[in-house]
């Protein structure tokens, strides 16, 4: 496992050197509409929340706990850490230009291992305290549930896109650029 302070550098000997890889596009603008699709299932779940569990009761405010919000990006991003292949080799990194949190890996990605990874998220810090919500009525919870929903966002355009792609799809992250070719056994 490596730590890094930036964003990796695309790495041009990768490009050279395999061929048949081709460069998924990806906008800037995915990053926006994906935490838009974060803060909007936010409110629909904290809606759902506060009307079935909490009985209109729920106070929540974005900013009630924000010292929550940091410590569960770290969680959100090690949930992605730990099901790579080999998490060993993977680098985590906090890009304080770009204002984010990261981990990546030089790992060959199967799609069904990459939509994992997407999801995992997703399934411990909102789907599973959500459950939990109903026997434990916890505002701790609720807040780790919601809080994360924001940042899953983005993990679940990627998922999306993930899903349209072949089965037979593998993926190659080089720096900030993703990678994909098909493998035919």
């Not at 411990?124 to 929903?149: K, Q």
Request: net charge positive; hydrophobic share 50%.
């Amino acid at each position: 496992m490596k730590f890094v302070s930036s964003i990796p550098k695309t790495d041009l000997l990768f490009l050279e050197q395999n061929q048949g890889w081709s460069k998924i596009e990806s906008k800037r603008s995915m990053i926006i509409v994906g935490i838009f699709l974060g803060v909007f299932l936010m409110r629909i779940l904290e809606n759902i929340i506060n009307f079935t569990i909490f009985d209109s009761q729920l106070d929540f405010k974005f900013y009630g706990k924000i010292y929550f919000l940091i410590p569960i990006i770290i969680i959100h991003e090690l949930f992605h850490w730990i099901t790579f292949p080999k998490p060993k080799n993977a680098i985590i990194g906090l890009s304080i230009k770009h204002f984010a949190f990261f981990v990546t890996t030089k790992e060959i990605l199967t799609r069904t291992r990459f939509m994992l990874i997407s999801i995992m998220p997703a399934i411990f810090l909102t789907i599973i305290p959500f459950a939990l919500l109903f026997v434990f009525r916890s505002e701790f919870l609720v807040y780790i549930c919601l809080y994360n929903l924001i940042g899953s966002g983005i993990d679940f355009l990627n998922f999306y896109y993930l899903l349209k792609m072949p089965n037979n799809s593998i993926f190659q992250i080089n720096g900030n650029e993703l990678y994909t070719k098909q493998i035919y056994k």
